[in-house]
């Protein structure tokens, strides 16, 4: 059954703290891993599309890489304006099947 | 350009009455998805349209769901006999093939059923 695991469920960083959120899946053959960023009563707000193992993407403070088993979400010198719920997902067909998320908090 | 906009976005329910959500995807967006969140949960998969077919139908709860996009644009989430487990947020997002299968979100209609 295809799983996505994301690690922790909750993270507390001082503002300038770097870190890394995890999402580990068990996927047949995948076909595109996706980071979105979510903020309280809103949708989720697309952040990268990664294909294939070793590939990384960046925008601003955020870096996502990826291998075959996980993804990583680097956060680095994080603001604030950071603080979301941070959700991972695998594209199983032409459906995403998401994680749980990860709500970080960013205290300035 | 504008987003995906979904109404209403709050819709208040009393049990067994029947409600119709909105979604108007990107002008362009072939592909159309609707997605059910519960509070401090990940988005879960209900249904997918290309264009007016509806392809994928495996994640509707039950046959109390029903959706339809007539037109290959404008699609309605209709639930009928409203439960309270119904009670959740209601996604709906929509992706061009051409953009690497990203799904791109609207804000979501928050249905409290009572």
């Known amino acids: 059954e295809d799983q996505v695991t994301q690690s922790p469920e909750a993270l507390r960083l001082q503002e300038g703290e770097s870190s890394s959120l995890n999402c580990s899946y068990t996927?047949?053959?995948?076909?595109?891993l996706f980071w979105y960023r979510q903020d309280p009563g809103k949708g989720p707000e697309f952040l990268f599309t990664?294909?294939?193992a070793g590939e990384e993407k960046e925008k601003e403070r955020l870096k996502a890489t990826l291998t075959k088993k996980e993804s990583f979400l680097h956060i680095t010198a994080p603001k604030p304006e950071d603080s979301a719920t941070y959700l991972c997902a695998v594209l199983k067909v032409e459906k995403l099947v998401f994680g749980k998320g990860t709500k970080l908090t960013v205290n300035p | 350009g504008a987003g995906v906009s979904q109404s209403p976005r709050y819709k208040v329910a009393k049990r067994g009455q029947d409600v119709a959500l909105r979604c108007d995807p990107i002008?362009?967006?072939?592909?159309l998805f609707w997605y059910q969140q519960a509070l401090g949960q990940g988005p879960e998969f209900l249904t997918y349209f290309q264009n007016e077919a509806q392809l994928d139908k495996s994640g509707l709860p039950s046959d109390r769901f029903f959706a339809e996009r007539p037109e290959g644009s404008v699609s309605t989430l209709k639930i009928q006999r409203t439960q309270q487990e119904d009670s959740a947020v209601y996604l709906c997002?929509?992706?061009?093939?051409?953009?690497?299968?990203?799904?791109?979100f609207g804000p979501g209609t928050r249905l409290l059923v009572l």
């Open positions: 997002a929509s992706s061009s093939t051409t953009m690497g299968r990203a799904q791109y």
């Open positions: 996927v047949s053959g995948l076909r595109g």
């Open positions: 002008s362009g967006h072939v592909s």
């Open positions: 990664l294909y294939s």
